[in-house]
Each structure stands twice: as structure tokens, then as C-alpha cells.
């Protein structure tokens, strides 16, 4: 049984207890986060490094985290930006090789030992992996993890209206790539 | 459509390695931590050894340049005793001739080794070469 977000606050803003509070801090959100990095990079070895790098930065702005929002809410920022980072990295050395990052990142899929989903799975994974990134983090948020547009737009910093927009569209544009069998 | 019920979670297609939430919170903590950082240590103590040395290097300056000064004086004083002896004016000048020198050296029984004599002396002023051979040879 995890502690409370508040209880964990308490804890993080004193001094003598911070350590304790990240200790519980990363015991109540390392799975969440990690399957959040995961389904963006699908790799493991990279959703790993982002999750350690996303607590990194966690307990280095501890002392400065005033709780005006939720630690549910800043955790999940901290680590979108690190993904999206690391994503607009990877592009940037990609296009240099006038490589496609989708087709890349469907091809570590095909290759990936931790991937265990069968074929219509592996179908629906390479159509996510064609939207663009941002639309992708909506999808996922949205479809794998059920979150509420408010907390989507919290996290994300959009409004509600252009992430329902946005979410339609990815489904849209995956179903079609499904139905008529392009992956 | 898309079936949600069809498709697993998206986290049961994806696997870890084993243990991998098992361990990840020590290796945060390693990398946050890294094993025995070095305490810090301040200027001071960094450079005190160098001022400790500095300060002995001092002392012995100051003990060199004074210590053998002292020394040096007091020898020099000793020497100085050693060699204290009566000073003895002599006129040269024509008034003092070779018979008041006599007179003075045998009255005053002033020890002839105190005495300087040197070649241009009154005493030697009438001597022939046959005077010089025999003093020579004469033992007093």
C-alpha cells in the first residue's frame, strides 16, 4: 500500500525527510512512468535511461517544488519532455542519415527480445509509432492509460478541446491503417 | 474500430528483464549517490602544510643569520684577547734615534718578540754587510 501524494509531500518538504519522501515517491510511480516512456520509445534500454534521468531531475528540484500542482502531474511533465526530447534527438541524428524514425522504430519493434505481443498487436504498435509524437503521447495517455483530458491537458500544457481533436484523429488515422492492412 | 477488449494492455506486450523494478530504485540511488564522494576540504587546510613549512624554512633563517653572528663575535673577541698585547709607539722620526730606541727597548725590558723591527728600522740604518751576516748567525 503506497503512501498518499500528500503524505509523500509532507515528507519531501522537510528537509531531514526528503530522501525518505523520494524513496516512496519512486516506489509509488517507477511502473507508471517506466510503460509511459516505454510506449514512446518503445525500447527498453532507452525507457530505462529516461526513467532514471526523469528521477534524476526529480530529486534535483525536490527542494524547489512549491506543490502547486499535483506530484502525480509533475512527474508525468518531467518525464513527456524527457521522451520528447529524446525523440527530437534521435530525429535530428536521423535526418543527417535521411533515415525515417518510424520505420526505424517499427524495425526495433520487429527485433525487440521484450516484445511479446503477437501480430495484430505488433500491427497497432507500428500504426501509433506513425503519428507524430505529440499526437502519439495523447493517444497513449488516452487509450493505454485512461487519463482525463483535464489531467492530459495539465501534463501536456493544451487545452482540452485540441486534445480530443488530437486523440480523434489518431484513431482516425489508425484504424484506417489497420483496416486496410498497411502494417 | 478498434477493439479495446481485443487488444491487451499495452504493458503485457512489452516485458522487462527480470527483477527490473526489483533493482531499479538502487541503481537510481547509485548514480544519484555515487560510492564514497570526497569530502570536501577547504583552502585553508589544503595550504596549511605549505605555511607550516614556510614557517620552519623562517625559524631557520632567522637562526642562521643569527646564531653564527653571536658565535662569530664572541671568537672574535677571544682572538682579539688572544692577540691583545701592549701597544708600543714607536717614533721613527729623527728626534728618536738608534740610541734612544736602544735605551727605550732595554729600559722599558719590552720582550723582543713583541717587537716589531722591520729592514727600514734606525737600528739598521749604520750596519754593514758584515754587520747583517753576524746578526744573522747570532742567536740571542
Known sequence: MHPTDQEILVLIQMPAEREAGFDLLVKKYKQRLYWHLRKMVVVHEDADDLLQ???????????????????????????????????????????????????????????????????????????????????????NMKYFDNMKYEEMSEILNTSVGALKASYFHAVKKIRALIENELF | MIEKENISKQESQFKVPDRYFEEFDQRLKNRINPAEERPTVSKLTMIKPWIGLAAAFLILTMIYNLIPNH????????????????????????SFGIHELIDYLTIKNIATESVDIYPDSVLFSDLTHEDYIFLSHTEY
Open chain 1, 53 to 139: 534521468n526523469t528521477f534524476i531531475k526529480v530529486w534535483n528540484n525536490l527542494s524547489t517544488f512549491r506543490g502547486d500542482a499535483s506530484i502525480y502531474t509533475w512527474l508525468y511533465r518531467i518525464a513527456t519532455n524527457e521522451a520528447l526530447n529524446f525523440l527530437n534527438k534521435r530525429r535530428d541524428e536521423l535526418l543527417n542519415a535521411f533515415e525515417d524514425m518510424e520505420i526505424i522504430m517499427a524495425s526495433q519493434l520487429d527485433q525487440d527480445p521484450l516484445f511479446s505481443g503477437d501480430e495484430i498487436q505488433k500491427r497497432l504498435q507500428k500504426s501509433i509509432l506513425t503519428l507524430p509524437d505529440k499526437q502519439r503521447l495523447v493517444f
Open chain 2, 71 to 94: 658565535i662569530l663575535n664572541s671568537s672574535l673577541n677571544k682572538s682579539s684577547n688572544l692577540y691583545e698585547s701592549e701597544e708600543v709607539e714607536v717614533w721613527t722620526d729623527e
